[in-house]
């Protein structure tokens, strides 16, 4: 199986990745990627700072489509530091209580803003 080095710096073209639309564009090369059957290896290298609604974009989502497993398997990671590493965690186990409880979150979502349908 081909490996497929996707750099954040390169993509986000800064070593600040701070911008959902930026993690998008990550995520997006990582489904690219998938669909090709190719391993992903996600590199931080150069990253200066992270934050979670980046690598909620980038990496968080992909729990809406993909297993825990086939993502051990698929997404490697290389030059993360130990803040960064934390941060990604945090993502990691938020997305997955997200995607395996997602009607629920909704329905409790919908309670507090009063919205019956989920439209505005």
């Given amino acids: 199986m081909e490996i497929t ?5 390169n993509i986000a073209k800064t070593s600040v990745c701070t911008s959902s639309e930026d993690g998008i564009r990550v995520y997006d090369t990582i489904i690219t990627e998938f669909t090709k059957n190719h391993i992903v290896d996600l590199s931080f290298k150069d990253v200066k700072y992270v934050i979670s609604a980046f690598l909620n974009a980038a990496i968080g989502q992909l729990y809406k ?4 497993t086939y993502l051990r398997e698929r997404l490697a990671l290389s030059h993360v530091n130990n803040e960064q590493l934390e941060i990604l965690r945090e993502v990691i186990a938020n997305a997955k209580k997200y995607y ?10 919908r309670e507090i803003l009063g919205d019956d349908d989920g439209e505005d």
């Fill in 5 to 9: 080095k996707v750099s954040l710096v």
């Fill in 65 to 68: 489509d993909y297993s825990d």
């Fill in 100 to 109: 395996t409880n997602m009607a629920l979150y909704e329905e409790h979502r």
